[in-house]
């Protein structure tokens, strides 16, 4: 799929994770370059939750992972996937101790609302950010 220069309302887009190491530098630039158009401060709130997100599906779960950001006229959703079905998280914890677990936190105060969707095999992990 071609990847428009600036994601125009009702538009969606996909990127695909490396397998193994994150390029969450090259996830960012792709997300920031759709989303160039916006404030700044929308701008890098959508690319905190995208960082956030993907961290969280390498960190927790098994791949493919892959990243979609859809725009809208009020809002951009961010969704994320992986391959670990089993594993939903849960605000605020961590099963990596106690010094970690506050990324959905963030999620969730920078988001309208997210949640979480299982599909066969795996599960996305989604956020909405207002414009």
Same mark, same amino acid.
């Given at each position: 799929? %071609?990847?428009?220069?600036?994601?125009?309302?009702? +538009?969606?887009?996909?990127?695909?994770?490396?397998?193994?190491?994150? %390029?969450? +530098?090259g996830?960012? +630039?792709? @997300?920031?370059? &759709?989303?160039? %158009?916006?404030?700044? /401060? @929308? !701008? &890098? /709130? $959508?690319?905190?939750?995208?960082?956030?997100? =993907?961290?969280?599906?390498?960190?927790? =779960?098994?791949?493919?992972? =892959?990243?979609?950001?859809?725009?809208?006229?009020?809002?951009?959703? @961010?969704? $994320? %996937?992986?391959?670990?079905?089993?594993?939903?998280?849960?605000l605020?914890?961590? !099963?990596?101790?106690? +010094?970690?677990?506050?990324?959905?936190? &963030? @999620?969730?105060? &920078?988001?309208?609302? *997210?949640?979480?969707?299982e599909?066969?095999?795996?599960?996305?992990? *989604? =956020?909405?950010? $207002?414009?």
């Open positions: 799929m %071609d990847t428009p220069e600036v994601l125009n309302a009702s +538009a969606r887009t996909l990127h695909t994770l490396p397998e193994h190491e994150p %390029d969450l +530098a996830m960012r +630039a792709w @997300v920031g370059t &759709l989303l160039q %158009d916006l404030h700044e /401060d @929308v !701008r &890098l /709130d $959508v690319l905190l939750v995208c960082t956030e997100l =993907a961290s969280n599906a390498y960190e927790h =779960a098994e791949g493919p992972r =892959a990243v979609r950001v859809q725009r809208h006229t009020d809002f951009i959703r @961010v969704e $994320v %996937d992986d391959h670990t079905p089993a594993e939903l998280p849960h605020g914890e961590s !099963r990596l101790g106690d +010094a970690r677990g506050r990324g959905l936190i &963030l @999620v969730a105060q &920078l988001s309208r609302c *997210w949640g979480t969707r599909f066969t095999g795996g599960k996305t992990i *989604w =956020a909405e950010i $207002v414009i």
